[in-house]
């Protein structure tokens, strides 16, 4: 329509003229900048009464200050921003107030659908880490019960190699004994003849039978039971004339093939008190026995593949502490003749062991107090045996230089 002039929105809710001219501007400067002002100090109240202006980016900022309206999350009331739209001089307003109630409805509801939808995005964000963080645990404590059962099922496990291992040992060690008691068995029925060598029974008048003595006795060779010998099945005895433990004071076992000991008088006690003469040799020996048979034993009998030996050591009755040489009165260099040194540890043999000596100890050269006796000790020295306590004593003795008779009463003599 000519000569009325245009107007056009500036993005601002702000009426422009058309350059074209008009007869008539219904917006002066004046009232344009009143709008301004109003505009900017509604934003400003509206700021100031929505909680969250400060925290929301610039682009909700930006659409708050546009639209005039945003919503707060939990039903906050809105703040809405009225601004008349300049338009044409008649009905323009109403128009224009119209729309921008619209416009801001219309940012509302966006706002409060854009928060709603984020606090469910932090919801769901939060329900999910939660969900995450109990599965986590979960696993954590079902890992942790199977480590603890792999330990215990491991410990189980090395309980039962360890049980069966040693039935697997005895299981062995029974099998050879077994095989062991067989052999020998076999071995004492071809000895006393009731068993030929090819394991039948031997028959009278068979060529198998011996009928001469064997020149060649070959010597004794490690049993096959000693690996499975026990520490009680074996002793030591000493030898000691058949008459020792019968026989009453004054008696003397010098022409008994025994040298140990030399007699049995009466102490001053009245006791009966053995005796050791310096003078004789003494002779002292020992023999290795089964225990519970009584019957002799080598030392191919025991659980050992080295060598057997025995110290023969002197030691004091009352103390049970061994005699040094230095500890009595007009010490002598030696204890024993051969000295001690070289014959009081000895190998067994056959399972019998022997020591030859004279004494140069006496019992009147004794210290605290005088007169002390004395005991010979006889012991294993091989470690290995060590549980087997092969080990025995003599009888204490007394040792003098040599016997003193008393003197025969001489009878009256005859005149002629």
Same mark, same amino acid.
């Given at each position: 329509?000519?000569?009325?002039?245009k107007?056009?929105?500036?993005?601002?809710?702000?009426?422009?003229?058309?350059?074209?001219?008009?007869?008539?501007d219904?917006?002066?400067?004046?009232?344009l900048?009143s709008?301004?002002e109003?505009?900017?100090?509604?934003?400003?109240?509206?700021?100031?009464?929505?909680?969250?202006?400060?925290?929301m980016?610039?682009t909700?900022? /930006?659409?708050?200050? @546009?639209?005039?309206?945003? &919503?707060?999350?939990? %039903? +906050?009331d !809105?703040? =809405?921003?009225?601004?008349? $739209?300049?338009?044409p001089?008649?009905?323009?307003?109403?128009?224009?107030?119209?729309?921008?109630?619209?416009?801001?409805?219309?940012?509302?509801?966006?706002g409060?659908?854009?928060?709603?939808?984020?606090?469910?995005?932090e919801?769901?964000?939060q329900?999910r880490?939660?969900?995450?963080?109990?599965?986590?645990?979960?696993?954590?404590?079902?890992?942790?019960?199977?480590?603890?059962?792999?330990?215990?099922?491991?410990?189980?496990?090395?309980?039962?190699?360890?049980?069966?291992?040693?039935?697997?040992?005895?299981?062995?060690?029974?099998?050879?004994?077994?095989? /062991?008691?067989?052999? @020998?068995i076999?071995?004492? &029925?071809?000895k006393? %003849? +009731?068993? !030929?060598? =090819?394991?039948?029974?031997? $028959?009278?008048?068979?060529?198998?039978?011996?009928?001469t003595?064997?020149?060649?006795?070959?010597?004794?060779?490690?049993?096959l039971?000693?690996?499975?010998?026990?520490?009680?099945?074996?002793?030591?005895a000493?030898?000691?004339?058949?008459?020792?433990f019968?026989?009453s004071?004054?008696?003397?076992?010098?022409?008994?093939g025994?040298?140990?000991?030399?007699?049995?008088?009466?102490?001053?006690?009245?006791?009966?008190?053995y005796?050791?003469?310096?003078?004789?040799?003494?002779?002292?020996?020992?023999?290795?026995?089964?225990?519970?048979?009584?019957?002799?034993?080598?030392?191919?009998?025991?659980?050992?593949?080295?060598p057997?030996?025995?110290?023969?050591?002197?030691?004091?009755?009352?103390?049970? $502490?061994?005699?040094?040489?230095?500890?009595l009165?007009?010490?002598?260099?030696?204890?024993?003749s051969?000295?001690e040194?070289q014959?009081?540890?000895?190998?067994?043999?056959?399972?019998?062991?022997?020591?030859r000596?004279?004494?140069?100890?006496?019992?009147?050269?004794?210290?605290?107090?005088?007169?002390?006796e004395f005991?010979l000790?006889?012991?294993?020295?091989?470690?290995?045996?060590?549980a087997?306590?092969?080990?025995?004593?003599?009888?204490p003795?007394?040792a003098?230089?040599?016997?003193?008779?008393p003197?025969?009463?001489?009878?009256?003599?005859?005149?002629s």
């Amino acid at each position: 329509m000519a000569g009325r002039g245009k107007s056009c929105y500036n993005g601002r809710g702000k009426g422009v003229a058309n350059e074209e001219g008009s007869d008539h501007d219904p917006f002066d400067d004046a009232s344009l900048a009143s709008d301004d002002e109003q505009a900017s100090g509604e934003r400003s109240a509206l700021a100031g009464k929505h909680p969250r202006y400060s925290s929301m980016p610039p682009t909700k900022r /930006a659409r708050v200050d @546009e639209g005039g309206s945003v &919503s707060g999350s939990g %039903g +906050e009331d !809105s703040v =809405e921003e009225e601004e008349e $739209e300049p338009g044409p001089p008649s009905a323009g307003g109403s128009d224009r107030s119209d729309r921008s109630d619209n416009g801001s409805r219309a940012v509302s509801e966006d706002g409060e659908e854009e928060d709603e939808a984020e606090e469910d995005e932090e919801q769901d964000e939060q329900g999910r880490g939660s969900n995450l963080m109990q599965e986590m645990q979960k696993l954590r404590t079902d890992q942790a019960s199977k480590v603890q059962r792999i330990g215990e099922l491991t410990t189980e496990l090395e309980a039962s190699s360890k049980s069966q291992e040693a039935l697997r040992e005895e299981i062995e060690r029974q099998k050879r004994t077994i095989a /062991a008691q067989t052999r @020998e068995i076999t071995r004492l &029925s071809i000895k006393a %003849g +009731e068993t !030929s060598p =090819e394991g039948g029974p031997m $028959e009278e008048g068979s060529e198998d039978a011996p009928t001469t003595t064997l020149a060649h006795v070959p010597g004794p060779t490690r049993s096959l039971l000693a690996d499975a010998a026990h520490p009680d099945d074996f002793s030591i005895a000493l030898l000691l004339p058949p008459e020792f433990f019968s026989a009453s004071p004054p008696y003397s076992f010098k022409n008994t093939g025994f040298n140990f000991p030399h007699r049995v008088a009466t102490s001053r006690a009245g006791t009966p008190q053995y005796i050791v003469e310096a003078r004789l040799l003494v002779h002292v020996g020992i023999q290795l026995q089964h225990r519970i048979r009584g019957t002799k034993a080598t030392e191919f009998d025991l659980p050992t593949k080295e060598p057997v030996n025995f110290k023969v050591e002197l030691c004091y009755q009352n103390t049970n $502490e061994v005699v040094k040489a230095a500890d009595l009165k007009s010490p002598p260099p030696h204890l024993l003749s051969p000295p001690e040194g070289q014959i009081a540890e000895k190998r067994m043999l056959h399972g019998a062991i022997a020591w030859r000596f004279h004494c140069k100890f006496l019992s009147r050269n004794t210290k605290s107090p005088c007169n002390q006796e004395f005991y010979l000790r006889v012991r294993c020295t091989n470690p290995e045996l060590l549980a087997f306590n092969l080990e025995t004593i003599t009888p204490p003795f007394l040792a003098v230089s040599r016997e003193v008779k008393p003197k025969r009463a001489s009878g009256p003599s005859g005149g002629s």
